[in-house]
């Protein structure tokens, strides 16, 4: 299994980033698929969810402001974050389905927000 991110970078407050993750090794479309992020000191957080059939579901602090997709041909998914904001600094992670929770196996993009 693997799963590559990018697209991160760094943005002044109300700016926005698209965030990508390549999917191999495995049946990307039978597999609903996380956002996730880390702040050193406050764990992980699961932003964004979208399941194999397209639900998708937010963190509170990011609804209206960030978007999940998928684009199972291309075997990718892709967080789209607008509006965005100095706490949402931070490793942004994609995971895959496995057993009953999310598992990372990427090595994650960083998103800065300062001015």
């Known amino acids: 299994v693997q799963l590559v991110e990018s697209g991160g970078g760094t943005v002044q407050p109300g700016g926005s980033l698209r965030l990508s993750c390549a999917a191999s090794g495995f049946a990307f479309s039978k597999k609903d698929m996380a956002w996730g992020r880390h702040v050193p000191g406050k764990g992980l957080k699961w932003v964004a969810t979208i399941s194999k059939n397209g639900a998708t579901n937010y963190l509170d602090g990011v609804k209206g402001r960030f978007t999940i997709s998928r684009d199972n041909a291309k075997r990718t998914i892709y967080l789209q974050l607008s509006n965005l904001k100095p706490e949402d600094t931070a490793l942004y992670y994609c995971?895959?389905?496995?057993?009953?929770?999310?598992?990372?196996w990427g090595q994650g993009t960083q998103v800065t927000v300062s001015s």
């Open positions: 995971a895959a389905e496995y057993g009953s929770d999310f598992h990372i």
